[in-house]
Structure formats: structure tokens, C-alpha cells
């Protein structure tokens, strides 16, 4: 039996992270270092988040490390680049290094995941990638009226992984390299313009734009790479004839690597772009469950907006929404009852769901 | 009643044409010149075509058109752009004039139907117009083992329409001004050359690339424009694993303003085909109506084809099949009873269908 003193856990939640301005290729593959710059929203911990616990023991005989509660090799280079940073950084230990590049080290994007509220990933311009590090560009108070549901929908068909895409994208479409070199810079301007002066519907705008050049360079890609099904498409619909309505941009959409809408609007606006979502995509008989996260108030969609709308009603096009708004970054948590490993090192059984 | 002595009428008709190097865009809307060059292969009239009669008579008293058995306004700008057009050609009758150039001051492509074969519609570079006009590339018999499979998908959005489409492209998608300017003039060269030397892989590839960036940039418009549906990416993934089946690419998509998918083979290839477009969207049980135009000898589709395709079967996602091949340019009717126009100059009574 291991001794109570020789072991350390650690328990940390991080946040998802929704671009607003795409990342998608990158000028190098083993250190992640992308073809542009990003930028992104940090969602809220309490609906969405990822949990990790680190544990060391003097009586663990080697590293290990599980995914989902499943076994994963601890050999594959992505993890071994992390752990390498990882291990730099304990050797500093006292002096904040940046963890941001380490994050980049794993998943480009996740390096964003590190702060909250809105984030900006610089490219760099250094060949060994030391300035291609996330930085904040308004903290998680900065935006307080802001809102996002995210509209889970059903896939068919499996989509192409995003790494593999990226890949073909820089390889084949030549809109991808004009996007990333002459929109992109301008973009990422304009975005930080909005979001510092909080102007959604420019915000709103941009978004809806840049999610669709991503689309657009994925289209351009050979073999071509498509994330938006039928649904998505309806989706995207519904946010322009919402928004020509009120005569105004009061919803986004912006769309990833699949088919599931993240949309951004005002806290005064949620309410009723639910309800609408709610007439076009009605849920199962059963739909106590359809929203999730934010508590949000029914409301009437008018008879006016119904026929501005002029859509079919599609039964379970959507199957459920997570309301939830911008949050902080990462998280330790200091109860130990979170860890999920337990003091042998080995993952502790979950709860069922 | 009008003397028979004055009466005069002609009926021709004309062919469809389907672009592998796609027109989006105009940089003139009055004289309607493109922002870039397109190269279209005409279809055989044996299958699709258009019937036009006009009539002159000392009789009548004004000018009237019917399209498809409906009257239309002749004081419509477009129509009376290519009237004045014509009328000018009747000056100089005996001399003949560039008919591109009066075909396309009705709508732009059609200025490519005036040939047989494969034609170019060169984008010119005048003020006036005068050299944005059409000319052939190779004839209607240079190729003659191409064929091509017209796929009709059920639509359930109505389409936006080309002429407003264009026009929100060229205010909004940068991709599009990108695309005409910096690769179109390289591709028209590329695909002309493949023409020429009936290169089928490099033809192929080529022309579902257009297509994909063409539908990119359609995307890129804001608000966006979508043509393609769940169906018609489902044919993109149908060809793309088709032709990784055989390790060579044997067949290409290319599609319109629109869901229908217009297809690509060679000969030899088109039964293997039309196989799996019937494996992959069941028809009707009475689907002897499936495929028209061409006979196609019906053939099995093998176990490890149909493995390698991994694809659920969508019943009646393809309406029918259209067999058609490559086609002269328009042609004048010799028999009298084909006139679509009386000697009164009204439309005869349809036959029904």
C-alpha cells in the first residue's frame, strides 16, 4: 500500500473555447503553429468543461494517463511534446513559464482555453514557434449582456478530424492561403474593435462571416471537406430571417468541425430566439430536456415572425440546447473528492450518468 | 384572316450548356460582362434543348412573346436589350454578326449555347463589351467517349436566384474577387489543355474543384448562399469513393445554381455508374421511368464496390437520371409543323404530355 505522504493530486476543471475568428492550417505541423491568427470566446465552466487530475506517488512505477476513463498510450508524440514542455516547466518550477505554448503543443486550439473571457492566438513569426502564445483580450466581466447556445445537432455522416482536414486544406485550397494571408490580419482587427467597444452587431457579423470563409475554404479543399449538413444550413436561415425581422443583427451563428450551431446573442434576445429555434426544430413530445444550462423564460413566438420566417417546422432537427455565457479560464479545485484518481493512481469509478 | 404571303416564321433550337469552369459574377449588370472567362460543355439536343419560333407578318400589330406557352412583358429591359441587339443584326442583313454577343445580353451563359462542343466564354477586356463573347474550344466530335449523367435531386428550399446571387457575391465575398482575378485564368488554360488532349483525370479533377470553389464562394456571400443539399454532398462523397475504388478518377460532379448533380464519365464507365447512383438512392418500385435519354445496359454493382462506398442507401434521394452526351450548337428546323407559333402569331394548342 502507498503511503499517504508520497502522494500529490492535483484536480483542475478548463473551459471550451468557440472561435470567432477561425484557426484551420498550419505552416508547421509538429510544433502547431498555425497559419493564422485566432480568436475566440471562452464558455462558461458551469455548463461545459473538462476535468483533469495529475497525481504523482513515489510508489508509481510508470507514467500513465486515461482518457474518458479509457487507457491511452502515453508514447503517441502529441502527448510526449506536452509531457516534454510539462517537465521544462517543473524544472522552472517557482517561475511562470508560458503554459499557453505548452497547451499549443497538444491541440492548436486549446491554447486559447487558458484565459477567460475573449482570447486572442497569436500566429508568431518565430520558426521555433516561441510567439505563437494565447493572450487576453477582455477578461470574462468585460461582456456581461452576451449569450451563447449551443444547438447540438444530429450528424450522419461522420466528419473529417479536424487535423487530417487542416492537412488537405493547406495542401489544395488556394482560398485557405489568401484567407489566412490577406483577410485574416484585418479581421482580427476589427473583431478586438468590437468585442473592446462591445458592438454586437458588428461582432455579430464578423462572426457569421468568418464561420462561413472556414466553410468556404473546407468546400475549396479536394477532396472537399463538408461540416454543414441540411440542418446546420436551416440554422443559418432561421439567424438571417431573425435578424432581417427586427431589422437588426440580434443573433450569430458560427459553426466548427460538425454540424452543431454556436450561436451569440444579448441576454434580452435569448428568450425569444429559443422559442423560435423551439417552432422550427420541435423537440420530442417529452421536451423537458431540449434546454439545458441558463434557465430560460417561454415566450410566445408572434404570428408576424412565424411568417417572416416561412420555414417548415422539422421535428428533432435539434436535439437539445446548452445555454450558457463567457467564463473564466481554468480552474484547481480544491476539494479532494474531485480527484479522479484515487491514491493507487488508477481512475476512480464514475458515477453513473 | 392574313395573307400566307406575309407570314414568315423560323424555329430553331438550342442546348443546354453545363459549365466545368463556372461564371459567377458579372463587373457590368447593364452590358453583362463577367468577371471572368468560363469554359461549359454543350449537351446533345436529342435529350434537352429549347424551341424557339419567331414569326414576322405584315398582319400583326405588335411584338408579343410567350415563354413556355405564358406571355411575357416584351418591354422587360433584358428582353428589349437583346430586341435592339437583333434589330441592329437586321441592318446589316447578309453580314453576320457575333450572335454571343446579343445572347448574352440576355443571360450570360447562354452566350456559350450558341456552339457545339466545348466553348469558351472569354470575360474580354473592353468598356463596351464587344470582345466578351464566345468561341469554341473543340467540337461536338473531338471527344466522343464523354458522357454525362444529369442527376435530378429533389429540392426543398427554393434556391436563390443567379442574377441577385451574383450580385450579393460581388458586394460581399472577397474568395470571389480572388477567385476571378488570381486562379480562374490559369485554370481556363488547364482545362482547355485537358479538352484538347481528352486528358479524362486531369478534366475531372479540375472541374469538381471549380465546382467546389465556385459553391466556396458562394458561401463566402452574406449573407451565404447555399445550392448544394444533403443529397448533393452525399453524390460528392458517392464520386470521390467511387473513383478511390479504382484508384483513378473515372468520374466528376459539377453543379449549378442548384441541388442536381451533372456528372462526368467516360463510356465505359457510365453503366458501372448509373449502378451505383441506383445502389446508393433507390428508386421508385416502378423505377423503369429512373433513367432517361441514352440506354445504359443494366450491370451489378460488386460486394467490395459497395464495401468501399460504406453508404447507407437513401431511397428517392435522386429523382431520374438523365443520359445525355456532348452536343452540336443550335439548329434550325426545317419542317413547318414544328413552329411553336400559328399563322394568327399566337402560340398553337401544347400537345399534352
Not at 475549396?220 to 436561415?237: A, C, E, G, K, W
Not at 451563428?253 to 444579448?266: E, K
Not at 416561412?310 to 421535428?315: F, I, K, L, Q, T
Request: proline fraction near 7%; hydrophobic fraction near 40%; charged fraction near 20%.
Amino acid at each position: 500500500m502507498p503511503s499517504d505522504e508520497s502522494f500529490v493530486a492535483v484536480t483542475c476543471t478548463a473551459p471550451v473555447n468557440i472561435a470567432v475568428i477561425k484557426y484551420w492550417g498550419k505552416r508547421d505541423e509538429e510544433l502547431i503553429l498555425p497559419l493564422n491568427s485566432s480568436l475566440s470566446v471562452t464558455l462558461h465552466q458551469d455548463q461545459l468543461r473538462t476535468t483533469t487530475t495529475a497525481a504523482i506517488s513515489r510508489d508509481f512505477l510508470e507514467d500513465r494517463i486515461w482518457l474518458n476513463g479509457q487507457e491511452e498510450d502515453v508514447e503517441q508524440p502529441r502527448l510526449q511534446a506536452c509531457l516534454r514542455e510539462t517537465y521544462t516547466l517543473a524544472r522552472i518550477y517557482g517561475v511562470e513559464g508560458d503554459l499557453s505554448e505548452v497547451a499549443r503543443r497538444g491541440s492548436g486550439s486549446a491554447c486559447r482555453s487558458l484565459y477567460g473571457g475573449f482570447v486572442e492566438w497569436q500566429m508568431g513569426q518565430r520558426a521555433d514557434g516561441r510567439d505563437s502564445v494565447a493572450w487576453q483580450v477582455a477578461s470574462e466581466s468585460h461582456w456581461p449582456q452576451l449569450r451563447v447556445l449551443i444547438l447540438v445537432v444530429s450528424a450522419e455522416r461522420k466528419p473529417t478530424g479536424s487535423t487530417v482536414g487542416m492537412q488537405t486544406s493547406v495542401q489544395t485550397s488556394d482560398l485557405l492561403k489568401f484567407r489566412a494571408e490577406a483577410l485574416v490580419p484585418a479581421r482580427m482587427a476589427e473583431m478586438a474593435r468590437c468585442i473592446q467597444e462591445r458592438d454586437f452587431p458588428g461582432f455579430a457579423k464578423l462572426t457569421m462571416q468568418d464561420s462561413n470563409q472556414f466553410h468556404a475554404t473546407c468546400l475549396d479543399t479536394f477532396p472537399p471537406i463538408s461540416y454543414l449538413n441540411d440542418t446546420s444550413q436551416r440554422i443559418m436561415q432561421l439567424v438571417h430571417r431573425f435578424n432581417a425581422h427586427h431589422g437588426q443583427t440580434k443573433v450569430a451563428y458560427t459553426f466548427d468541425a460538425g454540424p452543431n450551431a454556436v450561436i451569440f446573442t444579448l441576454e434580452d434576445t435569448m428568450a425569444e430566439f429559443v422559442a423560435v429555434v423551439r417552432h422550427v426544430f420541435p423537440p420530442e413530445a417529452n421536451g423537458d430536456k431540449f434546454l439545458k444550462g441558463l434557465p430560460v423564460t417561454p415566450v410566445p413566438v408572434s404570428d408576424d415572425l412565424k411568417a417572416t420566417l416561412a420555414m417548415e417546422p422539422v421535428p428533432r432537427g435539434v436535439q437539445y440546447i446548452i445555454a450558457t455565457q463567457v467564463g473564466p479560464g481554468p480552474q484547481v479545485l480544491d476539494d479532494p473528492d474531485v480527484h479522479l484518481l484515487g491514491q493507487d493512481g488508477l481512475p476512480k469509478p464514475r458515477p453513473a450518468a
